[in-house]
C-alpha cells in the first residue's frame, strides 16, 4: 500500500479528455456499494477515476459494520448517496452516461450476472457496453497487469480514500489452473473498487488486442462477452 499511495497526485482531467477511455462497473447485489471506474492509460501505466455509490438509508448502520467512516465519505463527495436501502442504478447509468458525454468512452465492461438490465439500457443508447465475466480467464490477467502497474509506480488514483481502503482488502486465492484472483475475505472487507479497476484494464487490454477470442460474434442474448 505504500507503494500504491505514490500514485495519489490529483488527476488532470483536462490533459485525459482527448485520450481513450474505458469504464470498469461493479455492481452491487443489495445494500454494499457500486463502482464505477473511469480507466485511462497513462505512459506504461494507468489513471483511473472511480464514483462510488451507496444506498443513503442507515449509513450509519453501515459505517458501524464496516468500521470505516461512510457519512465522512459522502459528505466530502467521495460517495453518492442514492434514496433507499439498496443502490439506484439509475443514478450508476447515469454516471455512466456523464462520463460518456465528457470522455472519450471506447467501452464499458460489466459483469453480467447483475447487469443485464443496465447492459441492455446502455446498448439500446448506442453505448459501447460490455459482459465482462468474473472468471479467471477473464480477470486473471486483468489482475496481473493491474498489480505490474502498481508494484511499477505507475497507478495513479489521486488519493481517492474509499478506492484506497478496496485495494488495502485485497486478498489473492489462486484457483486450480494457477489464475490468481481477487477473494472477498470478510464481508466486511469490501473490494470492489478493486474489482471495477480490473474490469476496466481488461476491457482496455482487449481493445488492444482487437476482438477477443471469446466474442465469437453476437451472442443470442445480445450480449458480447469477454
Not at 73 to 98: K, L, M, S, Y
Not at 130 to 136: F, H, S, W
Request: glycine share 10%.
Amino acid at each position: 500500500m505504500s507503494i500504491c499511495d505514490e500514485g495519489a497526485e490529483p488527476l488532470d482531467l483536462d490533459a485525459l479528455a482527448g485520450a481513450p477511455c474505458y469504464l470498469g462497473v461493479d455492481l452491487s447485489s443489495n445494500s454494499d456499494l457500486t463502482v464505477v471506474v473511469a480507466l485511462w492509460r497513462v505512459g506504461d501505466g494507468y489513471a483511473v477515476l472511480p464514483h462510488f455509490f451507496c444506498p443513503a438509508d442507515n449509513l450509519r448502520g453501515r459505517q458501524d459494520r464496516d468500521g470505516v467512516p461512510y457519512i465522512r465519505w459522502t459528505d466530502e463527495g467521495h460517495i453518492e448517496p442514492t434514496p433507499g436501502n439498496v443502490v439506484d442504478f439509475r443514478a450508476v447509468e447515469d454516471c455512466i452516461r456523464d462520463l460518456c458525454s465528457r470522455f472519450d468512452v471506447r467501452s464499458i465492461g460489466l459483469d453480467p450476472h447483475l447487469a443485464r438490465s443496465t447492459i441492455n439500457n446502455l446498448m439500446e443508447e448506442g453505448l459501447p457496453a460490455v459482459g465482462v465475466r468474473r472468471g479467471g480467464v477473464t480477470m486473471a490477467p486483468a489482475i496481473k497487469e493491474l498489480e505490474r502497474a502498481i508494484v511499477g509506480r505507475q497507478f495513479q488514483h489521486g488519493g481517492h480514500p474509499v478506492l484506497r481502503w478496496c485495494f488495502d482488502n485485497i486478498q489473492v486465492e489462486t484457483d486450480r489452473a494457477g489464475n490468481r484472483l481477487f477473494s472477498k475475505g470478510k464481508a466486511r472487507e469490501r473490494n470492489d473498487g478493486a474489482v471495477a479497476c480490473a474490469i476496466a484494464v481488461s476491457v482496455a487490454s482487449n481493445d488492444d488486442a482487437g476482438p477477443s477470442v471469446y466474442e465469437s460474434g453476437e451472442r443470442p442474448d445480445g450480449f458480447l462477452w469477454l
